[in-house]
């Protein structure tokens, strides 16, 4: 086609002319299109840990499939860790492509999981001691990953963007499967409130720290300026947590749990939440992999990873078979 060609004779300012121009009317940029290279490794970065993070983060709830309290909790939660697998499969294979230009493949990014290079969420570095965690993490933390996901429904990378939409129909039945938990333990005895309230004490800073630091915490250049100036998401992640707020306190409230925050409440006039803030030094050692749990979370994926090496094995045969 004339308009190929035409583009392959372009310089580089004017290709990325072209794609500033693209992206800023709203079109996708597809695995093939040429895109900056910022762009491409600002994706892969955020992908990688996304889908890594789906990951690691069936691993705290799988904790609770032979310790489900009825049949029907066991088979929801076990639906719910297929569900975060089949995420991080959807996922890795749209970060392979966009790491194929580079020669880079789906096996390196678990391997830089293993290596300590590639991190993942500091929520799944946490431990899930109760019932109760396991009912918060489908609550909180997946309606917390429904916030920052939904904001990204209409990123500008296509593959990325289609993706999201599978897994954020997916993600609102754990949100409801966590909730159906929830009001169980808060309409229950004096001990499953207390659990539920305990449990709540112990995720609250986790889920604080889930949208990241706001960027005037951040040093050097914030990669959050970069994926809104690329329509990758449109909100920062301070918007995002004063978003979660707005949805989840009055909720955490309504079932006559305490915040545990007791200076946390809704300015009118600045138009926001005041809270107070998590320890940010110990968000970067939890994600560095010095949290309660990683080393041990790290240690089993790996090795179920190598377990089921002939698996992969067996499948790639086959397809090269056929
Ligand atoms: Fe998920
Ligand atoms: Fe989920």
Redesign the pocket.
């Known amino acids: 086609m004339p308009v190929v060609t035409s583009f392959r004779r372009l310089s580089e300012e004017e290709k990325y002319e072209r794609f500033m121009q693209r992206i800023e009317a709203g079109e996708k940029i597809e695995a093939d299109d040429w895109m900056p290279e910022d762009y491409r490794m600002t994706l892969i970065k955020l992908i990688a840990m996304h889908a890594i993070s789906?990951i690691m983060?069936a691993l705290p709830e799988k904790e609770w499939v032979p310790k489900a309290p009825s049949l029907r909790r066991k088979l929801g939660i076990m639906a719910k860790v297929q569900?975060?697998m089949g995420?991080g499969q959807l996922l890795l294979r749209v970060a392979e492509d966009l790491m194929a230009p580079l020669g880079k493949t789906r096996e390196e990014i678990m391997q830089d999981l293993f290596k300590g290079d590639l991190k993942f969420h500091n929520v799944f570095h946490m431990p899930a001691p109760t019932w109760a965690d396991a009912g918060l993490i489908g609550w909180l933390v997946?309606g917390a990953?429904i916030i920052t996901q939904t904001n990204m429904l209409d990123a500008s990378y296509g593959p990325y963007a289609r993706a999201l939409k599978r897994?954020c129909a997916?993600?609102v039945f754990?949100a409801q499967h966590g909730e159906s938990i929830i009001l169980a333990l808060a309409e229950g005895t004096k001990e499953q409130k207390e659990m539920l309230q305990d449990a709540l004490n112990r995720w609250w800073e986790a889920l604080l720290m889930f949208f990241g630091p706001a960027s005037s915490e951040t040093t050097g250049a914030s990669k959050q300026d970069i994926t809104i100036k690329y329509r990758i998401r449109t909100k920062t992640n301070e918007q995002l947590r004063q978003d979660f707020f707005t949805k989840y306190v009055p909720r955490i409230l309504a079932l006559g749990l305490k915040l545990p925050d007791e200076t946390m409440h809704f300015d009118e006039k600045q138009g926001k939440w005041i809270y107070k803030q998590p320890d940010w030094n110990k968000f970067k050692e939890i994600i560095r992999n010095n949290g309660p749990k990683s080393k041990e979370r790290l240690r089993l994926r790996e090795l179920s990873y190598y377990h089921n090496a002939w698996v992969r094995e067996a499948l790639s045969g086959q397809s090269a078979a056929v």
Do not use: K, L, P
């Open positions: 789906e983060g569900d975060e995420h997946d990953a897994i997916e993600e754990h």
